[in-house]
């Protein structure tokens, strides 16, 4: 199985300042068809999650520009850019490359 | 607007049954495949299980592989999670969720609210 690592746990924030989210995967994420399935989710408290960014580095619908993924192979990162109040909550990370699965989770505050 | 209403949970005894079930609306449901992903208290999220559109396929997490069937009715846009032999572990909100399966994406695009199972004697 892959293994999805997310660091850090937790993060404070300022609003308006920028914050960053690290994934690792235990093997490569680069699928047979040379896609890497890589994507980030947004849950705040009491809500479901939310689909952010989609093979590393793609917008879902409605997802504002703040939100920016990059990366390949296993190291990816999810990068919020003048953060807001509504940004709080958990980030996850998941690969659909071998079947699903998900990271531990950053919790994000703001100051 | 895509929704997805889960209703089943409950409290349940060890080694019992549950049925969960999903309605789903604003979209064409048999385009779509279709998942669950549970979330422990507090815990974060895992991927149990995923149908084809046609129900022909369906994949599972080893944990719940022999235990947990997962089906579907698209005369009715409904999935369901019919689960059995239940154990402490599986205490978790049960989420319905779209799965975009294209060659773009791989990825759980819309999430109901979940439905909670606590398996507890």
Known sequence: ?111 | EVQLVESGGGLVQPGGSLRLSCAASGFSFTTYWMSWVRQAPGKGLEWVANIKQDGGDKYYVDSVKGRFTISRDNTKNALYLQMSSLRAEDTAVYHCARLDFGASVRAFDSWGQGTLVTVSS
């Not at chain 1, 009491?46 to 990059?70: A, E």
């Open chain 1, 1 to 111: 199985d892959i293994v999805m690592t997310q660091t850090p746990l937790s993060s404070v924030v300022t609003l308006g300042q920028s914050a960053s989210i690290s994934c690792r995967s235990s093997q490569s994420l680069v699928h047979s068809s040379g896609n890497t399935y890589l994507s980030w989710f947004h849950q705040r408290p009491g809500q479901p999650p939310r689909l952010l960014i989609y093979r590393v580095s793609n917008r879902f619908s409605g997802v504002p520009d703040r939100f920016s993924g990059s990366g390949a192979g296993t190291d990816f990162t999810l990068k919020i850019s003048r953060v807001e109040a509504e940004d709080v909550g958990v980030y996850y990370c998941m690969q659909g490359t071998q079947w699903w699965t998900f990271g531990q989770g950053t919790k994000v505050e703001i100051k």
